[in-house]
């Protein structure tokens, strides 16, 4: 029973981090990659701790990999944001169907 519960965990999270890598390559630009990449990744690796975790069994390594869990959730979509943060203040090409809003493209429309 935690054989296939932990090897269900690893397989979903091996899937959603594949998933990430299919979408940095295929998505267009930098601001789709980063959510692609932030959303995939943090739940393949959640995934993945926690088959670990199921396997080791609490009293091997429940609290270290529950930090590690914490930390990856605290910390990936942090910088995934602030790379498309970047990414949208050096005015990296967006993909073609994506505009900038009038106020960031002309200086004197007021920002609201």
């Known amino acids: 029973m935690i054989e296939g519960l932990a090897s269900l965990f ?10 990430a890598a299919i979408g940095l390559l295929r998505l267009p ?9 932030a959303k995939a990744s943090t739940l393949g690796i959640f995934l993945v701790l926690l088959g670990l975790w199921v396997v080791l069994g609490v009293e091997a390594a429940g609290l270290k990999i529950l930090l590690a869990i914490f930390f990856q959730v605290a910390t990936i979509p942090v910088a ?11 005015n990296l090409p967006l993909w073609r169907g994506r505009q900038r809003p009038a106020a960031e ?7 609201g």
Do not use: N, Q, Y
């Open 105 to 111: 493209l002309d200086p004197e429309v007021e920002k």
């Open 10 to 19: 690893l397989l979903m999270g091996t899937a959603f981090i594949l998933v």
């Open 29 to 37: 630009d930098v601001l789709c990659r980063s959510h692609a990449v």
């Open 80 to 90: 995934s944001h602030l790379v498309a943060l970047l990414a949208w203040d050096k």
